[in-house]
């Protein structure tokens, strides 16, 4: 499987804003997230892996969930790297 067939694409809802940009009175205190919908068959390593070569960031750690619409990845950024710059690229805003 090829890197670039595991990323789909961005999943942006009101929520995977908010993992973003860290507000505060929810879960997401530490922010810097994005979310993708991801190959079924991926796995974490291969996400990561994609994510970093994709947009040149490091990874720091990946959540997986499978729901009626595919399998989502969150996708945490080391420090010193931001999802918003990320999400800019890619037109999530």
């Known amino acids: 499987m090829a890197k670039r067939d595991v990323l789909l ?4 809802t009101e929520k995977s804003m908010n993992y973003m940009n860290g507000t505060p009175a929810q879960d997401y205190k530490d922010g810097n997230k994005l979310e993708f919908i991801v190959l079924r068959t991926a796995t974490k390593a291969e ?3 994609a994510f ?5 960031v490091k990874v720091e750690k990946v959540w997986t969930r ?3 619409d595919g399998k989502h990845a969150v996708v945490k950024l080391a420090e010193g790297y931001s999802a918003e710059d990320v999400g800019t690229r890619i ?3």
Request: charged fraction near 30%; glycine fraction near 6%.
């Open 47 to 49: 996400i990561k892996a």
């Open 66 to 68: 499978i729901s009626r």
């Open 9 to 12: 694409h961005p999943f942006v």
């Open 52 to 56: 970093e070569e994709r947009f040149q």
């Open 91 to 93: 037109g999530v805003f």
